[in-house]
């Protein structure tokens, strides 16, 4: 057991509230802080968290973020942790201690100040960014799906967009109401399908001008030669015949060179029209990070790790989710930035922290890979599952694949309030859901 007057002055900082470090925080505030064992702060920019895959629904207008947005003071209030709000901008590793930068806020007024938080034990889990890979007129043009107020941003926009065709006497521009997604993976192929239903039903609401079959066009736009690339061959052609079915444009093989004001570049110099570009290929672990203090990270700025999840130059910094390089040596190969890898982590980690506390060897971290699940809303969803009972992979899509794909989101939710209140929400969620809209309007 632990002995409370070794653990007490234990400190352990979590930087990055996201899927990883929330879940982290919770666990390790519900048992270690609660009983007064260590001392739990996440250190976080945002004040409310939504689980990252859920970004495209919200961006598409499917999901009512209020059901589904958690605040960071009340878990924290709620689970025994310290939330402090802010943005890691520096480390002192001889000092131990995670800088934070000066958070000010919408209309520019100060909030804090630029402070230090002393740490014995550092879990860094600040996720992923977009990566344009310097792509000319992405900064401009282009909007990234990557915290709940660019999802919000580009519903807005995207409403903005269908009112604004409703209500004009002219035609329809050539890029007027096309919009192109550029980056065939999981978060592209879903966030189309989303849209090809939400745009219909935002039509349906009065903008009887607009002609959903004739006037919106959806492309998605993928350099390599099939959508998921990084999935299965079966998956891939399953999505893509759905997508071909839906009638959105799916351009495969097909590099992008620049993005315009009012369309899409290609390398072979083709021109695709779209009012609106969303940037959804390729990611990076943030770019702060090659500068913490010497710590080794890769050419997308993620922290190298050891398998026990440590920092390759320092034991006392623990790197996890999107933003640690960490070895599959199953594969010969790095873990995949997947939700599965992060709540793997988490749970891993907080064993682990407890074996540090007690001066136990730390135990090396397995990925397990349990298949891999795309949404494609209402109308579909396709993946694989491994593990398990199961050799190999087994295909699944359809219903079995939708009810697969809602239970990842599930064991997030009870990794971080428990089987009570996740059961209760999700009743409501149900039956409100029976009563309105199935679109977010505003």
């Known amino acids: 057991m632990i002995q409370a007057s070794k653990s007490q002055s234990h400190r352990i900082v979590i930087v990055g509230g996201g899927a990883a470090g929330l879940e982290l925080a919770t666990s390790l505030g519900d048992t270690l802080a609660r009983k007064g064992l260590a001392e739990v702060t996440l250190i976080e920019k945002a004040r409310t968290h939504v689980w990252k895959p ?102 807005r926009r995207m409403l903005d967009a269908c009112i604004r065709a409703h209500a004009q006497s002219d035609a329809l521009r050539p890029s007027q109401l096309q919009l192109a ?131 390759t130059r320092d034991e006392n910094i623990f790197a996890m989710g999107d933003c640690a390089a960490c070895p599959w040596p199953e594969k010969n190969a790095m873990v995949p930035p997947r939700a599965q890898a992060a709540h793997q982590q988490a749970s891993h980690l907080r064993r682990q922290i407890l074996r540090r506390m007690r001066g136990q060897a730390l135990e090396p971290y397995h990925y397990r890979d349990f298949g891999s699940l795309v949404s494609l809303g209402d109308y579909s969803a396709v993946g694989s599952l491994m593990g398990g009972i199961m050799q190999g992979s087994l295909f699944i899509d359809g219903l079995i694949a939708r009810v697969m794909y809602t239970s990842l989101y599930k064991m997030h939710e009870l990794a971080l309030h428990g089987i009570t209140k996740v059961a209760l929400e999700t009743l409501t969620r149900a039956i409100t859901r029976r009563t309105e809209s199935h679109v977010k309007l505003h």
């Open 54 to 155: 859920k970004l495209h629904e919200i961006a598409a207008g499917s999901m009512d973020v209020g059901r589904h947005e958690l605040n960071y003071l009340a878990q924290a209030h709620w689970h025994h942790f310290k939330y402090r709000l802010g943005e890691m901008n520096g480390l002192d590793r001889a000092q131990r201690q995670v800088h934070v930068a000066p958070f000010v806020d919408e209309d520019g007024v100060l909030v804090t100040q630029q402070h230090s938080i002393p740490y014995d034990t550092l879990v860094i889990a600040v996720g992923s960014r977009s990566n344009d890979f310097g792509t000319p007129g992405v900064e401009e043009h282009a909007l990234k799906l990557e915290t709940l107020a660019d999802a919000e941003r580009f519903h």
């Open 181 to 311: 997604v550029i980056g065939a993976g999981a978060t592209g192929v879903e966030l189309v399908a989303q849209l090809h239903r939400t745009t219909r039903e935002v039509v349906a609401f009065g903008l009887d001008t607009i002609n959903p079959e004739r006037d919106i066009k959806l492309h998605l736009i993928e350099a390599a030669d099939r959508v998921l690339p990084a999935l299965s061959p079966r998956i891939s052609l399953g999505a893509h015949e759905l997508l071909e079915k839906l009638g959105i444009a799916v351009h495969i093989n097909a590099r992008v060179s620049g993005v315009g004001a009012h369309h899409v570049e290609l390398a072979d110099g083709t021109r695709i029209p779209a009012e609106l570009v969303v940037w959804a290929a390729g990611i990076k672990a943030p770019e702060f990070l090659e500068n913490i203090d010497g710590l080794e990270t890769n050419r997308i700025h993620q922290l190298a790790v050891h398998q026990t999840l440590q920092t």
